[in-house]
């Protein structure tokens, strides 16, 4: 059986994000990348899957662009079995759609059995790439899900569909398909960095190119900062000062009476 | 054709709360647009439903068991195949646990740009102009929707569901459903019980996020929310790592809360979790990262390290009480 993983880059969110020139872009030279979130659940995931005895192999794919190989050969570090690097006219992150139609080519030359997502990105904007690659690759899909496992049969998928409220839906899902994951069983695991070292110097990363453009591509006229109506009156000094400020807050609101 | 199509949502037998945000904005665009609303309502028996959507013009009901409950799979089949046929200049989807499957599916199936994420849609000359919260809310991104055809996910809240709500029922054209073949099986619903605590009806609730670093450390946080008579919530990182059980969650995944006081430790406020806690009376937020973007729906904040913080803060709250008392 093989899971693919495709993982992407997103900016990180613990640096400022500064709008580009033409106010509708990210300025591409503050961007610092980071691995979103929500893949590296769906690479731990995988990795359970695969440590749960059946016979799996994890292949993880990025689109090149970022620090790609720092992210493919974590990826190995971590315990996948193969890591691809998907050429392409990748200047800088890639839409959705774009994303969705390079590894839909890709994976159209691949024989596999489970494409595991994260749910979202902070960035998918023209929405998330799980269904759209299902949908381009003519597979069932199912995001926001948990509790993911493979069937003895070896041809479909048990997970869990989150809604709100606390409320879940049991579903199965016919293989092949793409699952969105909202969160792994585990928290996802760290490489060490002597590990990934390593790797860099003795493992090799396979490529494959795949040239696309998005037809549906959704025109973004403007980024902006949100111009908040309302914020936090803020309380500053010392935690002492601060703690007596929040007390008395609450003491006036009667939130404190006996 | 300049109509707005809003695709149901329906969970245990009733229409949520996402269908009459929706729909109200489907009113105002389609008039703008000098089209109709209509409203797409998949299932099996769910005629009845429609008596609470007369604000739609008209309600295109297909009934066939296989989407009943939902399945991604199904719905996105019949949904491409009524809006092929339909043509109407903009979808609305509740960008939901639902949604997010089926507005990204009929975006690759039917060839149509998606805004998703939306906060606000309004038009602009003659066309939809579409924002999108995105980087965890700290941009949002504005785009143009064309008039040919295109999808919006629309995030829970960001409409009133007053003007989709109506007592008069709607005007039903049946159609029939086509061929479905669902590879996803629905096998079923499960509802959480309250377990120990329901932060739903608790008036009092101090949430913990990220921020707190390790499990042992929650019991800085139930302390303080002991020392005010209130319980414990979190948002979904602290959950999914088990630290908390998955009733306490705060969220759009989770619970929607509306307590007196909410005070947010170490939250930065992601739109999930915003989602699910900012009707609370009173916010007061505490985060190292003064931009985080919690501090945009809080009345008062600090930006004093959590840790410095509770001890004190907790008993000067202690003592308060016991004086109160």
């Known amino acids: 059986m093989r899971i693919v993983v495709p993982v992407k880059q997103v900016p990180d969110l613990v640096e400022d994000l500064e709008i580009g020139p033409d106010g509708a872009s990210l300025d591409e030279d503050l961007v610092k990348y980071v691995l979103n979130e929500f893949d590296d659940h769906a690479l731990e995931e995988a990795l359970q899957l695969k440590e749960a005895g059946s016979d799996v192999e994890v292949v993880v794919l990025a689109l090149d662009y970022g620090d790609v190989d720092q992210v493919l050969f974590t990826s190995l570090a971590k315990g996948a079995d193969r890591a691809t690097k998907v050429t392409g006219d990748f200047s800088s992150a890639p839409d959705s759609h774009t994303t969705a139609r390079a590894l839909a080519a890709t994976l159209s030359g691949m024989q596999f059995d489970l494409v595991l997502t994260g749910v979202q990105a902070i960035d998918d904007l023209d ?99 949100p111009v908040s109506t309302t914020h936090a009156q803020m309380i500053d000094g010392s935690p002492t000062d601060v703690a007596d400020a929040i007390t008395r807050i609450l003491s006036d609101r009667g939130l404190l009476k006996g | 054709m300049a109509d707005v199509l809003v695709v149901a949502e329906h969970l245990n037998g009733a229409l949520t709360d996402i269908t009459f945000e929706m729909l109200g904005k489907a009113r105002e665009l389609s008039t703008g647009l000098g089209g109709h609303a209509t409203l797409a309502l998949l299932g099996s028996d769910v005629r009845p439903l429609a008596d609470q959507l ?46 997010i499957d089926l507005a990204a599916g009929l975006s690759a199936a039917l060839d149509l740009p998606l805004a998703a994420y939306c906060a606000d849609l309004r038009l602009d000359n003659g066309a939809v102009l579409a924002t999108s919260q995105v980087y965890g809310g700290k941009l949002f991104a504005e785009s143009r929707l064309p008039g040919s055809g295109a999808i919006a996910s629309v995030m829970a809240g960001a409409f009133s569901t007053d003007a989709g709500k109506s007592s008069s029922p709607a005007t039903v054209e049946a159609i029939p459903a086509p061929k479905i073949h669902s590879r996803v099986r629905f ?10 605590v329901d932060i739903t009806r608790e008036q009092i609730l101090v949430s913990v996020g990220r921020g707190i670093q390790e499990e042992d450390n929650i019991a800085l946080v139930a302390e303080l929310a002991s020392a005010l008579g209130g319980a414990v919530s979190a948002s979904r990182p602290i959950i999914d790592n088990g630290w908390l059980p998955r009733v306490r969650q705060v969220g759009k995944s989770g619970m929607k809360v509306k307590p007196r006081l909410y005070i947010a430790i170490g939250i930065s406020g ?10 609370a009376e009173l916010i007061v937020a505490v985060n190292t990262d003064a931009k985080a973007p919690i501090f945009d729906v809080a009345q008062y904040g600090t930006t004093v390290d959590l840790f410095d913080l509770l001890p004190v803060l907790t008993e000067k709250i202690r003592e308060m009480r016991a004086v109160a008392a």
């Open chain 1, 127 to 225: 929405g998330q790439v799980g269904p759209l690659l299902a949908t381009l690759l003519e597979a069932p899909h199912v995001s926001v899900a948990t509790h993911l496992k493979l069937e003895a049969d070896g041809r479909t998928l048990s997970v869990q569909q989150e809604y709100g409220g606390g409320i879940t839906a049991d579903l199965e899902v016919d293989l092949p398909a793409v699952v969105g994951v909202q969160a792994a069983r585990a928290t996802p695991r760290y490489a060490s960095v002597s590990r990934v070292r390593q790797l860099m110097r003795s493992a090799e990363l396979e490529t494959a190119s795949a040239d696309v453009t998005a037809s549906a591509a959704l025109k973004i006229e403007r980024l902006f900062k």
């Open chain 2, 54 to 99: 007369g604000a739609a013009n008209a309600v295109l009901l297909v009934e066939d068991p296989a989407l009943d409950p939902y399945t991604p799979d199904a719905w996105q089949q019949v949904l491409a195949s009524i809006i092929r046929e339909r043509q109407p200049a903009l979808v609305l989807v509740g960008n939901t646990g639902m949604g």
């Open chain 2, 187 to 196: 096998k079923r619903l499960n509802v959480p019980e309250a377990g120990d």
């Open chain 2, 270 to 279: 992601a739109p999930e979790h915003l989602e699910g806690m900012r009707d």
